[in-house]
């Protein structure tokens, strides 16, 4: 398959969502880099694998002297990504992915044993901002900005009311579910309905 920086963004989405973060802008556009500035599913035939980690899988098969591997399908990519993200080694990444730390994130990943360039990252941060803005879902709505990290609640006039928490988006049957919610903390916000559409195809 020909991969796109869509496909690329997609696999960012799913793989913040695996360790536990909230999907913004922010922290798409910082994975996003790293993915191109490893260059794998795009230019080589480590498939599935955008990072290029030498993670084994079943049926997984290298494709260098280093042991990067092809995946056998998306999930099993995503599978051995955030195995080796959560293995112990790369907690400064994970700090700085969560705390969106943009003005060091190159250097952060460069100085992991991952084997990334840092200046390969920084070379392409820029780009990879705007094309999360340009190509990405939308983040979160604008007047939740100031409170990422806490769940909100996405109502739309004439649209499902959504719940949006640590990256994955659910459907809220009835008020009395968003009552429960606004009483735990989550922050109501109104959007449009063309926002609130791109969100459902999140469920």
């Given at each position: ?10 696999f ?11 999907d ?15 260059g ?5 035939s ?24 092809a995946?056998?399908?998306?999930q ?65 709505p604008?007047a ?5 990290d ?19 988006v ?21 959007v ?12």
């Amino acid at each position: 398959m020909t991969v796109t920086d869509q496909n690329l963004i997609g696999f960012c989405m799913q793989l913040l969502g695996r360790v536990g973060m909230l999907d913004t802008k922010t922290r798409k556009a910082m994975l996003l880099a790293w993915c191109w500035a490893e260059g794998g599913w795009q230019h080589n035939s480590a498939a599935y694998n955008p990072m290029n980690t030498t993670q084994d899988a079943p049926g997984a098969v290298p494709i260098n002297s280093v042991g990067v591997k092809a995946y056998t399908s998306l999930q099993q990519g995503l599978d051995a990504t955030e195995v080796t993200l959560t293995n112990g080694l790369y907690t400064a990444v994970l700090r700085a992915l969560q705390t969106q730390d943009v003005a060091n994130w190159a250097a952060t990943v460069g100085d992991s044993p991952w084997g990334t360039s840092g200046a390969s990252i920084a070379a392409v941060m820029q780009r990879a901002q705007a094309t999360v803005v340009l190509l990405g879902p939308p983040g979160p709505p604008a007047a939740a900005l100031d409170s990422e990290d806490m769940p909100w609640i996405i109502a739309s006039d004439g649209q499902p009311t959504l719940l949006v928490l640590e990256g994955a988006v659910i459907r809220l049957l009835d008020s009395a579910a968003v009552t429960n919610w606004e009483n735990q903390g989550a922050k109501l916000v109104r959007v449009e309905t063309a926002e609130s559409l791109e969100w459902q195809k999140k469920l």
